[in-house]
T-cell receptor
Framework: QKEVEQDPGPLSVPEGAIVSLNCTYS??????FMWYRQYSRKGPELLMY????GNKEDGRFTAQVDKSSKYISLFIRDSQPSDSATYLC?????????????FGSGTRLQVQP | DSGVTQTPKHLITATGQRVTLRCSPR?????VYWYQQSLDQGLQFLIQ???????AKGNILERFSAQQFPDLHSELNLSSLELGDSALYFC???????????????FGSGTRLTVV
């Protein structure tokens, strides 16, 4: 079983829709949660960072963490064609030797104009 | 521009060959991470250096090695290349050794390696 599971999509939505992207993780030791956006042929860029259960909002983006269910979500409101990209969740824990982020496989999102 | 510079952007080479990928971290960042991204495996962590010393190892093959130099740039060496090594190789950097202290880290644009 992978440590982080993410539906690869693709997910196609019309412009203006609310998008929900999700990841599940297997180990409750994970404490820090991030969402990255990756455009085609580019490196991932950090969108959201959170370390507690609950919601964190930044403009049109809301990150949600439910540690009891080991479930994280990213919501995009009023989606735009420019949001078309692959979205990767990333998690981290402070175990000895565990110094790097673990990424989900990414969900490809297409927002249709 | 993220501030993390990777060269070359594209590399095509034959099986059995050896290549070197180069990464210059963002100014002030001491930690460098290497990731491999392929279609079927996603982003896989290879290795991390912090201020010149190896800090953590992930799924890095024995045919692969890396180092970080005194000026903090890093090189990833891939040898005895196989078709399956074709992938995007990303470098990322951060100030601190642990990602949670940095609110994640910053990626470069990657090197696309094609082994033929």
């Amino acid at each position: 079983q992978k440590e982080v599971e993410q539906d690869p999509g693709p997910l196609s939505v019309p412009e203006g829709a609310i998008v929900s992207l999700n990841c599940t993780y297997s180990n409750s030791a994970f404490q820090y949660f991030m969402w990255y956006r990756q455009y085609s042929r580019k490196g991932p860029e950090l969108l959201m960072y959170t370390y507690s259960s609950g919601n964190k909002e930044d403009g049109r983006f809301t990150a949600q963490v439910d540690k009891s269910s080991k479930y994280i979500s990213l919501f995009i409101r009023d989606s735009q064609p420019s949001d078309s990209a692959t979205y990767l969740c990333a998690i981290h824990r402070q175990d000895t030797g565990r110094r790097a982020l673990t990424f989900g496989s990414g969900t490809r999102l297409q927002v249709q104009p | 521009d993220s501030g993390v510079t990777q060269t070359p952007k594209h590399l095509i080479t034959a099986t059995g060959q050896r290549v070197t990928l180069r990464c210059s971290p963002r100014s002030g960042d001491l930690s460098v991470y290497w990731y491999q991204q392929s279609l079927d495996q996603g982003l896989q962590f290879l290795i991390q250096y912090y201020n010149g010393e190896e800090r953590a190892k992930g799924n890095i093959l024995e045919r692969f090695s890396a180092q970080q130099f005194p000026d903090l740039h890093s090189e990833l060496n891939l040898s005895s290349l196989e078709l399956g090594d074709s992938a995007l190789y990303f470098c990322a950097s951060s100030v601190e050794a642990d990602p949670y202290l940095n609110y994640g880290y910053t990626f470069g644009s990657g090197t696309r390696l094609t082994v033929v």
